[in-house]
């Protein structure tokens, strides 16, 4: 089975970069077959669609946060790496990481993702 967990800083400075982690057990995040996402539930609201990596390597991000963001990947560790740069408090928020076996676009639709993380609180804030 696919296991995700999400690790993260918990506080952040408005200004800084948001650095975070998804380490993947039970595949590779490397297979073809898997695509890694982001997303994102502030307080009060509902799902948001971040961005995706690829088992190749490929991203592709949310129109809205494709400036600030990028997601990269550490083989070596099994781990995927978001980071988005110049937070601000419209940036606390509860950050998952999904795996999907279908490349399906700004989803926030629960039932197209077979695993989840638990999510890790971050705030914005200084």
């Known amino acids: 089975q696919v296991q995700l967990q999400e690790s993260g800083p918990g506080l952040v400075k408005p200004s800084q970069t948001l650095s975070l982690t998804c380490t993947v057990s039970?595949?590779?995040?490397?297979?073809?077959?898997?695509?890694w996402n982001w997303l994102r539930q502030p307080p009060g609201k509902g799902l948001e669609w971040m961005g995706v990596?690829?088992?190749?390597?490929?991203?592709w991000y949310s129109p809205s946060l494709k400036n600030r963001l990028s997601i990269s990947r550490d083989t070596s560790k099994n781990q995927v790496t978001p980071q988005l740069l110049s937070v601000t408090p419209e940036d606390t928020a509860v950050y998952y990481c999904?795996?999907?076996?279908?490349?399906?676009?700004?989803?926030?639709?629960?039932?197209?993702?077979?695993?989840w993380g638990q999510g890790t609180q971050v705030t914005v804030s200084s």
């Open positions: 039970g595949a590779s995040i490397r297979t073809e077959t898997y695509f």
């Open positions: 990596i690829s088992g190749s390597g490929s991203a």
């Open positions: 999904a795996e999907a076996k279908t490349f399906i676009m700004s989803s926030t639709t629960e039932g197209h993702y077979d695993e």
